[in-house]
T-cell receptor, first 112, second 113 residues
Framework: GDSVTQMEGPVTLSEEAFLTINCTYT??????LFWYVQYPGEGLQLLLK?????DKGSNKGFEATYRKETTSFHLEKGSVQVSDSAVYFC???????????FGAGTRLTVKP | EAQVTQNPRYLITVTGKKLTVTCSQN?????MSWYRQDPGLGLRQIYY???????DKGDVPEGYKVSRKEKRNFPLILESPSPNQTSLYFC????????????FGPGTRLTVL
């Protein structure tokens, strides 16, 4: 069935470092892909999304490109801040089932 | 303000005592779902509903029930909770298309003793 695999971490970076969190997926058909972020004690918030191949989602300096050929949707940011410390989830949504499938989450800690 | 609300936010109960977690959305969304979040497993879908009176099982439905009598409400029912249902629960909603953003509630932390 459809599934998402993401780099589990935890990931610890210094402020202004480059961030990559890997995400790959398995799906039949053409899923939509999402990155959600969860700050401590809160629910999930959409960070960015892409709904078709070669689309690039971007928000708050984060980017991810929907790569159908490598079935990937890696999250990147050029210069992380302490305020980016959170758990990041990659997810997919497809017509073949009624919800979203999530990766296990990657905890990011950014140190000053 | 567009939002998904859940109650209670925290609940400690004992094995076998029936409980209900409420969920409500004010965005007129057709689609609603429940997830549980466990360390190392991410979020797993329990049940979802495509519209009023239409519900279906997700990936981990055992031990849970849901109902969708009104468009805005989607309660999660644990008829006989067990310790393995201790988890963080999220309700979510979106409009009909799978390309649309899913909006999440703040979460309910449930502990079953």
């Amino acid at each position: 069935g459809d599934s998402v695999t993401q780099m589990e971490g935890p990931v610890t970076l210094s402020e202004e470092a480059f961030l990559t969190i890997n995400c790959t997926y398995t799906a039949t058909g053409y899923p939509s892909l999402f990155w959600y972020v969860q700050y401590p004690g809160e629910g999930l918030q959409l960070l960015l999304k892409a709904t078709k191949a070669d689309d690039k989602g971007s928000n708050k300096g984060f980017e991810a490109t929907y790569r159908k050929e490598t079935t990937s949707f890696h999250l990147e940011k050029g210069s992380v801040q302490v305020s980016d410390s959170a758990v990041y989830f990659c997810a997919l949504s497809a017509n073949s089932f009624g919800g979203m499938r999530f990766g296990a989450g990657t905890r990011l800690t950014v140190k000053p | 303000e567009a939002q998904v609300t859940q109650n209670p936010r925290y609940l400690i109960t004992v094995t076998g005592k029936k409980l209900t977690v409420t969920c409500s959305q004010n965005m007129n969304h057709e689609y609603m779902s429940w997830y549980r979040q466990d360390p190392g497993l991410g979020l797993r879908q329990i049940y979802y509903s495509m519209n009023v009176e239409v519900t279906d099982k997700g990936d981990v439905p055992e031990g849970y029930k849901v109902s969708r009598k009104e468009k805005r409400n989607f309660p999660l029912i644990l008829e006989s909770p067990s310790p393995n249902q201790t988890s963080l629960y999220f309700c979510a909603s979106r409009s009909g298309l799978n390309t649309d953003t899913q909006y999440f509630g703040p979460g309910t932390r449930l502990t079953v003793l």
